[in-house]
């Protein structure tokens, strides 16, 4: 029995806070990797799609050091005790987290050592070792090397004179041992080289040279030529190595006067955090590891030997260097709902009804054309909007400005500490300040993760008030990968609850009292808390259906348990993070998990209760996450209109509870088994039957 498998006396707990009830949160967020990185390894997914998952897994892997283990190393060193229900202190679930992490990472190579490059290969995509260069690739590559890459090199010889140097948060970097003195005496074992980020680590071969897609790796040119960065020395190795690091920035709120300029103090400090992890070729000898494991004050289970390049997420360059459509998915044209294809004013339409989109299968643009409205629409005299993740250079951005060069009163509440975007919303923010935007920086230790746009517009009967409330990022790309709901409406209490949801943001006030719209920190989880204690009251009558990117808050699950015990059928649609456990007798055995990993990340957060005749619906941006409940400010919207209603029941969550394509089912030990046991079987996948229904360019040619 593993240290997460339920024990037997699990079946029949004596409290709900038994930790045997519980899944580590961050084995379940390296369990998701473990399916995303089967769709790498699936032959049925078109092969260039393969690549992208495979290199997916490594920035995700990423980011799971730079926030997660990097937590976990901070609560070993300070003596922290147990933090989650699972009831695992910061040794066990370091060790535990180590050993998945090196099994992902060991499958990760063999995928793409033995079946990948193989594939790629036969498609005419080579990634060309040293020993297949020929004379004339040699001869260009050696002229690429001397043009473009040594300027930018700087080798470091260690001595008391040239330290280590600074090495950046996955920075490309080359251990090289040497032998012999240099034209000043002096001797050396070990220099260092890093590799500008400026440097493409993936290079194409001129096609008249090669094959129209053939590739080098950066350090393949720097090994081949290293020697004259070191003249009169000889090389005895030349090894890759990477250095992981604690990417958390840290500003207290309470203690700074401008949260804006504590981080941009702060932000050129991130690149050389505590370094948390370790990854080395495997070719690199033990003396070589040791040292720089001791320079990086690391142990053994902070180092990752891998059998090839140390960073795969620059592979995903290839992608777009390949003229392959037959390589990657189909394209498709988002749908369009006939109502926003009239000519007519948008707030007139909404006057007559909501609008509800389903991204990506529908188009984006609705919500971009209603804040372009807004802007140029001289009846409107302002605009207020929530921007969590997006591009400075977003034309939601230049609409807002648009807006507010047109004399309108906007209103911007801009996250600054939206992690790894830091930088983007800093520029963000000045250049909305700049044309007299009103800046906010939400509210003080809580982010401002809810999605909202808000218009006031000026009409016959008075002021009136028309919103847009979504599920995932104002952000136009993700808006085409990520599955996310958007409502659009004129609802006078939805519309009213914004209102003075973006006045307590930007203000002191105490906290609204809402009409319709659940809002965290304060209503949110109590209401979901008490829709499932009203299901629990209705016994086998009972029904609960959601859908979330991670389900990790103990009293939440608690209450699902509860549920369950009282026969309510419940259904779950978790994509990553999950510490519930399904099907434990007496505990949870009416409760079934399963999560989607398909073409698009799923990303919309629905929850569902049957409610008796009345069926209660909310789309939300919170997911059932301490933090999203206690620590943000999220908003749930309740799905009013029956037809509406009836649609994101469907798409969202009854679809997905028949797909057999892309599902996978959670069982108890916190393990997942993939629905389709046999890849020629037919199978329904909930993706492909909403593209299908939505293409445009199936429909119209």
Not at 25 to 51: C, G, K, M, Y
Not at 55 to 75: C, H, K, P, W
Not at 560 to 585: F, K, M, T
């Amino acid at each position: 029995m593993t240290e997460n498998e339920p024990s037997e006396s699990s079946e029949n707990p004596a409290s709900l806070d038994n930790a045997d009830l519980y899944f580590n949160r961050d084995l379940s967020i390296l369990a998701f990797n473990q399916r995303v990185l089967a769709l790498a390894d699936d032959p049925r997914v078109p092969l260039l799609e393969r690549l992208r998952f495979l290199t997916i897994v490594s920035s995700n892997l990423d980011e799971f050091f730079e926030v997660r283990m990097a937590g976990l190393l901070q609560r070993r060193k300070f003596g922290a005790g147990p933090l989650g229900p699972d009831m695992l202190g910061p040794d066990r679930e370091i060790a535990a987290v180590a050993q998945m992490a090196h099994e992902i990472i060991q499958e990760q190579y063999l995928c793409l050592n033995q079946r990948l490059l193989p594939a790629l290969a036969k498609e005419g995509i080579r990634l060309l070792r040293r020993k297949e260069w020929r004379a004339a690739q040699k001869r260009w590559i050696s002229n690429y090397f001397q043009t473009e890459v040594m300027p930018l090199l700087t080798p470091l010889s260690l001595d008391p004179a040239h330290p280590f140097p600074k090495v950046q948060n996955k920075g490309l970097n080359f251990a090289i041992v040497l032998e012999g003195q240099d034209a000043y005496g002096r001797r050396s074992p070990i220099a260092i080289v890093q590799a500008p980020r400026i440097l493409p680590r993936i290079i194409q071969i001129p096609p008249h040279l090669a094959g129209p897609s053939d590739f080098v790796f950066l350090s393949s040119v720097i090994h081949e030529h290293v020697t004259a960065l070191f003249p009169g020395l000889k090389i005895l190795g030349f090894y890759q190595f990477r250095v992981t690091r604690n990417s958390e920035l840290f500003v207290d709120e309470e203690e700074v006067d401008n949260l804006l300029d504590a981080l941009v103090d702060e932000l050129p400090m991130r690149p050389f955090g505590e370094a948390v992890r370790l990854e080395v070729a495997n070719n690199c000898p033990r003396e070589v590891v040791d040292y720089l494991l001791k320079h990086f004050e690391l142990a053994d289970d902070n180092l990752y030997s891998l059998a090839g390049p140390v960073n795969l997420s620059r592979l995903a360059a290839i992608i777009d260097m390949v003229p392959r459509q037959d390589l990657l998915f189909p394209p498709f044209v988002p749908g369009l709902p006939s109502v926003c294809s009239r000519p007519e004013n948008i707030f007139v339409r909404l006057r007559e009804a909501p609008i509800l989109l389903h991204h990506p299968y529908q188009s984006f643009n609705p919500v971009l054309d209603f804040l372009r409205q807004a802007a140029s629409d001289p009846q409107v005299i302002g605009i207020k909007q929530t921007l969590y993740r997006t591009t400075p250079d977003s034309p939601l951005i230049d609409a807002l400005i648009e807006a507010a060069l047109a004399g309108k009163q906007v209103t911007a509440v801009v996250e600054l500490k939206a992690r790894f975007d830091e930088a983007n919303n800093i520029r963000m923010a000045e250049r909305l300040e700049e044309v007299g935007v009103q800046v906010v920086y939400g509210v003080v230790n809580h982010k401002v993760h809810a999605k909202m746009i808000l218009v006031l517009r000026r009409e016959e009967e008075g002021i009136r008030l028309y919103g847009h409330l979504g599920t995932g990022n104002y952000h136009p790309r993700n808006a085409r990968i990520y599955t996310d709901l958007s409502l659009l409406t004129a609802d006078s209490d939805i519309t009213a609850d914004m209102n003075d949801l973006f006045m307590h943001i930007t203000g002191m006030g105490k906290v609204p009292q809402l009409r319709r719209l659940l809002q965290s920190p304060f209503t949110l989880f109590n209401s979901v808390m008490q829709a499932i204690e009203a299901e629990t009251r209705r016994g086998s009558e009972g029904r609960i259906l959601a859908r979330v990117n991670a389900l990790v808050e103990p009293e939440l699950i608690r209450a699902l348990y509860r549920a369950s015990q009282a026969g309510v059928a419940i259904d779950l649609v978790v994509r990553g993070a999950c510490a519930l456990r399904p099907g434990i007798p007496g505990v949870s055995e009416h409760i079934r998990v399963r999560s989607i990993v398909g073409r698009f990340l799923e990303h919309s957060r629905v929850y569902y209760f049957g409610n008796g005749r009345h069926p209660k619906l909310w789309i939300s941006s919170a997911d059932w996450m301490g933090r999203n409940l206690f620590r943000r400010l999220e908003v749930a919207v309740p799905i009013l209109d029956p037809d509406l209603r009836a649609r994101v029941l469907e798409e969202t969550l009854q679809l997905y509870l028949q797909d057999d394509c892309n599902a996978w089912l959670m069982k108890a030990d916190g393990s997942y088994e993939h629905l389709r046991r046999n890849p020629e079987d037919d199978c329904q996948s909930a993706q492909e039957i909403l593209l299908r229904h939505y293409d445009r360019s199936s429909h119209h040619g």
